[in-house]
């Protein structure tokens, strides 16, 4: 059970964050518990979907943006956004089993994908204090320095939306998948 009250429903929501409630439905159809969440807060949903939206325009590919949320989400222990972007991982980005649970472990079976996801983990883990040799192999692989500033703020905006989740306790609305579980 939420320690928040998350709004039952899109017209439940504070008024200013209707409008994006109704972006995020269209755009997948739903609006999940984390959206409705984060909606009691106009300007924190204001800023997320932004930066969201900002990066989905950026230059790493869906799969590789899943893969990594994938990686941030086990390594922070978030239930909710594991098993939301598995979800989402499986059925928008078409990733397979074995790659989702590649990239819980912090890998990919993808050699180029492999060294950011790889890279990712190590953000988190390390907490950014990253060494030579990581932001070597990263750029070894074909990423360029905008795309390594990228894939940090996908790690920086992942590990918001699992500590917004592991705060609240969200319920989880999709498909459950527990951290550590085998995948």
Partial sequence: ?????????????????????EAVKKQLGVA???FRLVSLSP??????LGLSGAL???????QTRERIALAVAEANGCDYCLSAHAY???NLAKLDDSEIAANRRGHSNDPKADAAVAFAAKVVRQRGHIDEEALRAVRLAGYDDAQVIEIVLHVALNTWTNYVNSVAQTDIDFPV???GEAA
Wanted: charged residues 15%; aromatic residues 4%; without cysteine.
């Fill in 88 to 90: 989402l991982g499986k």
């Fill in 1 to 21: 059970m939420s320690r928040f009250p998350v709004p039952a429903t899109i017209a439940d929501a504070p008024a200013a964050s209707r409008p994006l409630l």
């Fill in 177 to 179: 998948i527990r951290v």
């Fill in 56 to 62: 989905s325009k950026g230059a790493l590919p869906a």
């Fill in 32 to 34: 999940p518990n984390l």
């Fill in 43 to 48: 300007a924190a949903l204001e800023g997320y």
